[in-house]
Nanobody, 122 residues
Framework: QWQLVESGGGLVQPGGSLRLSCAAS????????IGWFRQAPGKEREGVSC????????IYADSVKGRFTISRDNAKNTVYLQMNSLKPEDTAVYYC???????????????WGQGTQVTVSS
């Protein structure tokens, strides 16, 4: 069964770190661009970061540049999002998705995970 599963979310204090994982099953993740997106209550889903199939190209939203790092381990069929210096405004449900091109535009991605909650609060 084709599936993306996110994990690693939780409650963290401002300034803290989390590492999200996006594990694929039923397909080989290395053939797809993988993007991370987030959606806060009452807001539209927004692109956070994405990584190309050959790992040579990554894109970050301005709001997370210098704080978040995307990586992929094709041997483990998993993509990671390391999030440092977290801020309350990073609070959202985080999703990973597989797509054909490296982009932060959500509608270009067809296959999505169920999401993992990240809450940044003291």
């Amino acid at each position: 069964q084709w599936q993306l599963v996110e994990s690693g979310g939780g409650l963290v204090q401002p300034g803290g770190s989390l590492r999200l994982s996006c594990a694929a099953s039923g397909f080989t993740l290395e053939h797809y661009v993988i993007g991370w997106f987030r959606q806060a209550p009452g807001k539209e889903r927004e692109g956070v970061s994405c990584i190309s199939t050959n790992i040579r190209s990554t894109i970050y939203a301005d709001s997370v540049k210098g704080r978040f790092t995307i990586s992929r381990d094709n041997a483990k069929n998993t993509v990671y999002l390391q999030m440092n210096s977290l801020k309350p405004e990073d609070t959202a449900v985080y999703y990973c998705a597989a797509g054909p091109i490296n982009s932060l535009i959500p509608r270009l991605y067809k296959d999505w995970g169920q999401g993992t909650q990240v809450t940044v609060s003291s």
